[in-house]
């Protein structure tokens, strides 16, 4: 049983029960943790009748055979349920310390469903489960959720919760951990299926230790790569994920004022990672067990928080900086503060915001805000909209459901500039300036997600998946087939519960080794691929259940038909077509979409 507690629980809200289930080797051998673990279970629901916000909807927290092992980078959990934004899959995945509080409970997954009478608590303790009451954190906000329960429950405890917008049931909302580290889950509103459910925060801690099959063999490898780490995510460890903000905005991967300008040299000259930590650092989070320490804390320099220390990441930098024409760090960062204690993702916040901006400057929006206008650069209006969004007032009742529902309600003349895939807002990395990424975006489960991280082979090259040099970034020609492959890879890592930044640096052969010392397996490559490859087709059947078609896999309008005038990436437009017909044929299905029953077969789904 290296890897693995060996079980998971099926908890019901509504009744109390707890149901207990072995994972078998099977089952841990085809599906190994994460997200893909989550998918084996959410094929045994009636997918496409669950209510996304009704008790029979799952929610599944998932760690990996890696959690718990001191393999770097993989103290991490994945959260899964049908998302009430999109109305399909959800996935998100986290860092912190959750993942490794949950395994040493002694399970390796739980399912809730269910309702809770009232607001609760559940709590794992050595494999014992209890709802409580949570008098005393309902209302408050993530951080003040988080302080209550470790010192309730102990500094060892490990916390996820959300904050008011989860209770609400706000679709953007997320779950938290770490408090004022504030390790996001960040995607899908799985926030507000928690809340649905009536749960405010889990709380797991345990004596339970991973077993290793060969721990000699593994720390010792461990110790020989660690090094080589360091050296290659150097930018990674000063700098956090903002170091990547003036690299990306040189590229035209950076754009801005809702993906219409792709030449931000003033994010190079006011958001950089230098600055940022120059200005306003005030320290640094590590993810167990994880030597880089990316979390980079700053200070909160205005608001009713001035003075508390939050982290800042790229995303948020790209969201509430240029692609809403705002470049101060002071607004970013009060934004972000605003976000995490509230629960809520910054990428859909802040896209949302940036399509209020330029709807308002089109004249289809003329509702007032308490920040002044809406237009570029007005962080007041910024700041006013993040808290609307969050009590449902004024605008805030529009954007809480997602671009692409807001755009409908406008019209047409919304719609070219309505920057979502299947009702998730786009990440900020553009399909301009990586053309693998327009595939990515239009084929991920989730929708628009930078996850399957294509524009890595556009960066660097990948070895073990068969690609040994970087790839042209505006070659449009074998990008279906490399996405699909790095589609897998990242599957399979999130599976393991690695993290996706040390992708170029623990290539397929590392892993496959690492989990064969941990497991005692002798899994070669092509099975373990397979995990990932097998996962995604589940994904894929689930989502074709809830009438998704080829229709859905597409772009925004912007992407495809406005290329950028000037910058790194000018003229340039990614042929989505093309690369959408070798995506399907690559990975065997038809010309429609759908997994072919051959394909299904050879992956044992059929």
């Known amino acids: 049983m290296g890897g693995y507690a060996g079980k998971m629980a099926w908890i019901d809200l509504t009744t109390g029960a707890v149901k207990v289930q072995e994972l078998s080797e099977e089952v841990r051998r085809k599906y190994i943790g994460g997200t893909a673990l989550a998918a084996y279970i959410f094929r045994q629901t009636n997918f496409q009748?669950?209510?996304?916000?009704?008790?029979?909807?799952?929610?599944?927290?998932?760690?990996?055979?890696?959690?718990?092992?001191?393999?770097?980078?993989?103290?991490?959990?994945?959260?899964?349920?049908?998302?009430?934004?999109?109305?399909?899959?959800?996935?998100?995945?986290?860092?912190?310390?959750?993942?490794?509080?949950?395994?040493?409970?002694?399970?390796?997954?739980?399912?809730i469903t269910g309702k809770a009478a009232s607001p609760s608590v559940l709590t794992i303790h050595e494999g014992n489960?209890?709802?409580?009451?949570?008098?005393?954190?309902?209302?408050?906000?993530?951080?003040?959720?988080?302080?209550?329960?470790?010192?309730?429950?102990?500094?060892?405890?490990?916390?996820?919760?959300?904050?008011?917008?989860?209770?609400?049931?706000?679709?953007?909302?997320?779950?938290?951990?770490?408090?004022?580290?504030?390790?996001?889950?960040?995607?899908?509103?799985?926030?507000?299926?928690?809340?649905?459910?009536?749960?405010?925060?889990?709380?797991?801690?345990?004596?339970?230790?991973?077993?290793?099959?060969?721990?000699?063999?593994?720390?010792?490898?461990?110790?020989?790569?660690?090094?080589?780490?360091?050296?290659?995510?150097?930018?990674?460890?000063?700098?956090?994920?903002?170091?990547?903000?003036?690299?990306?905005?040189?590229?035209?991967?950076?754009?801005?004022?809702n993906w219409t300008n792709g030449n931000c040299g003033k994010a190079v000259e006011c958001l950089s990672g230098e600055l940022m930590l120059r200005d306003y650092g005030s320290g640094k989070y590590h993810c167990p067990p994880c030597a880089v320490g990316c979390g980079k804390e700053v200070r909160v320099p205005k608001g009713p928080n001035a003075g508390k220390t939050a982290p800042l990441e790229y995303e948020t930098i790209g969201g509430f900086g240029p692609q809403c024409g705002v470049f101060d760090f002071e607004v970013i960062i009060e934004a972000n503060d605003l976000c995490n204690r509230l629960g809520m993702d910054t990428i859909s916040v802040s896209g949302g915001i940036a399509f209020a901006f330029e709807a308002a400057g089109k004249g289809l929006i003329k509702d007032p805000v308490p920040g002044g206008k809406l237009e570029w650069g007005n962080g007041q209006a910024v700041l006013a909209l993040v808290r609307q969004i969050a009590t449902g007032e004024g605008l805030g009742a529009q954007l809480r459901g997602g671009i692409r529902n807001f755009a409908r309600r406008l019209g047409p003349e919304a719609q070219p500039f309505a920057m979502h895939v299947k009702g998730l807002e786009l990440p900020y990395h553009d399909p301009r300036a990586l053309s693998s990424l327009a595939v990515a975006y239009a084929t991920s489960p989730r929708g628009a997600c930078h996850r399957g991280c294509t524009?890595?082979?556009?960066?660097?090259?990948?070895?073990?998946?068969?690609?040994?040099?970087?790839?042209?970034?505006?070659?449009?020609?074998?990008?279906?087939?490399?996405?699909?492959?790095?589609?897998?890879?990242?599957?399979?890592?999130?599976?393991?519960?690695?993290?996706?930044?040390?992708?170029?640096?623990?290539?397929?052969?590392?892993?496959?080794?690492?989990?064969?010392?941990?497991?005692?397996?002798?899994?070669?490559?092509?099975?373990?691929?397979?995990?990932?490859?097998?996962?995604?087709?589940?994904?894929?059947?689930?989502?074709?259940?809830?009438?998704?078609?080829?229709?859905?896999?597409?772009?925004?309008?912007?992407?495809?038909?406005?290329?950028?005038?000037?910058?790194?990436?000018?003229?340039?437009?990614?042929?989505?077509?093309?690369?959408?017909?070798?995506?399907?044929?690559?990975?065997?299905?038809?010309k429609e979409g759908v997994p072919t029953v051959s394909k299904l077969r050879e992956l044992e789904l059929a």
């Open 129 to 257: 489960v209890e709802l409580v009451s949570a008098n005393g954190v309902w209302g408050r906000d993530t951080y003040d959720t988080y302080d209550i329960l470790t010192q309730e429950y102990g500094k060892r405890a490990a916390v996820v919760c959300i904050g008011p917008t989860g209770e609400r049931l706000v679709p953007l909302a997320n779950i938290m951990s770490e408090g004022a580290h504030a390790r996001a889950a960040g995607r899908c509103g799985l926030g507000a299926v928690m809340g649905s459910k009536r749960l405010k925060a889990i709380v797991a801690d345990g004596t339970f230790r991973t077993p290793v099959a060969h721990p000699t063999e593994l720390m010792q490898d461990i110790r020989d790569i660690t090094p080589r780490m360091l050296e290659k995510m150097k930018r990674m460890r000063t700098f956090g994920t903002p170091g990547a903000v003036v690299g990306n905005a040189v590229l035209g991967d950076l754009s801005g004022f």
């Open 49 to 111: 009748a669950l209510d996304p916000l009704g008790p029979e909807n799952l929610l599944v927290f998932s760690t990996g055979p890696l959690t718990g092992a001191n393999v770097p980078t993989s103290g991490r959990f994945a959260v899964a349920a049908k998302s009430p934004l999109t109305g399909i899959w959800g996935e998100a995945d986290s860092g912190g310390r959750f993942g490794l509080g949950l395994k040493a409970a002694g399970y390796d997954a739980i399912a």
């Open 455 to 590: 524009y890595t082979i556009e960066r660097n090259p990948m070895p073990g998946l068969g690609i040994p040099e970087p790839l042209d970034r505006f070659a449009d020609k074998g990008k279906g087939r490399a996405a699909a492959l790095m589609q897998n890879f990242a599957d399979l890592y999130n599976s393991l519960k690695l993290c996706q930044f040390a992708m170029t640096t623990f290539d397929v052969p590392i892993v496959v080794k690492w989990l064969n010392y941990v497991t005692g397996w002798k899994m070669d490559a092509q099975e373990l691929l397979r995990v990932g490859e097998r996962s995604l087709n589940i994904k894929r059947l689930l989502n074709i259940s809830c009438g998704l078609t080829k229709a859905d896999d597409t772009l925004p309008y912007r992407i495809t038909h406005e290329p950028f005038s000037d910058g790194a990436s000018a003229g340039h437009l990614p042929n989505l077509s093309l690369m959408l017909d070798e995506y399907y044929e690559f990975r065997g299905w038809d």
